[in-house]
């Protein structure tokens, strides 16, 4: 069997959308739905795609992966995770968490996508809560009795998220407080005792920068998986705003 990750380029184009609905997903998730004609043409192709959301009033600007989207019903779906609590919000935090249908926002891209093929024996999914949005998604595009593991860590039960999909899933769930987000060893305790299928599997990783990479050199070092078949981000660096690492 042939696996393949395709890197697909496409052409950047701003948006103005407004707010349809808002939905708290978790305690800390909301949900927003966008729509707007200029939808009619917007394409996301990969599970992690991420789209840049132009932060009314405050000339500043946040990646987001679009979790749906309807062309047909010229509907876009952000999840935004509300971490840094009431009074520490970043400028995208507090705009979805104050945001109503009616409100107006610009988003552009994603400027590309990667197309994991379905392929692979198994699947790996390893994240944070910011990486909810795009786990979620390739859960529920993988095919029909695909194996797939998820471990996510989050701050408690209320948080963890229900998925569906039609592949044959395992969720592991970590409960860690907010301020550990950035400590590698709750995840490395369940990677260092977990077991993957046998055949070849693609590994995907969207953590905090030091949680990825301590998982990243487990992957490689001690599962000895195939490089080639492994994407791993620092979807954020603790302590510096808008940052991330590949």
Do not use: C
Request: proline share 6%; aromatic share 6%.
């Amino acid at each position: 069997m042939t696996h393949t990750l395709e890197r697909v380029r496409h052409e950047l184009k701003r948006r103005a959308v407004t707010v349809r609905s808002v939905e708290q997903v978790t305690p800390a998730m909301v949900r927003i739905t966008l729509e707007g004609e200029d939808l009619a043409d917007f394409v996301s192709l990969g599970a992690d795609d991420h789209i840049k959301v132009f932060v009314p009033g405050s000339g500043e600007m946040r990646d987001y992966t679009p979790r749906r989207y309807d062309n047909a019903d010229r509907s876009l779906v952000i999840d935004f995770a509300m971490h840094g609590g009431q009074d520490h919000a970043g400028p995208a935090t507090a705009w979805a968490r104050d945001a109503r249908p009616g409100d107006e926002i610009r988003i552009g891209g994603p400027k590309g996508s990667m197309v994991v093929s379905p392929t692979f024996d198994w699947y790996l999914l390893i994240g944070d809560e910011t990486a909810l949005p795009a786990i979620g998604r390739r859960l529920e595009e993988l095919p029909a009795g695909a194996k797939v593991i998820t471990v996510a860590a989050v701050t408690g039960p209320e948080e963890e998220q229900t998925f569906t999909t039609a592949a044959d899933h395992t969720a592991i769930w970590i409960h860690r407080p907010e301020s550990a987000n950035d400590d590698p060893a709750p995840v490395m305790a369940v990677l260092e005792t977990l077991s993957v299928p046998e055949g070849d599997g693609f590994v995907w990783i969207g953590t905090e920068a030091r949680v990825m990479r301590a998982a990243k050199a487990h992957v490689i070092d001690t599962m000895k998986h195939n490089t080639s078949w492994l994407k791993a981000s620092g979807y954020w660096i603790k302590g510096q705003a808008d940052s991330s690492e590949k």
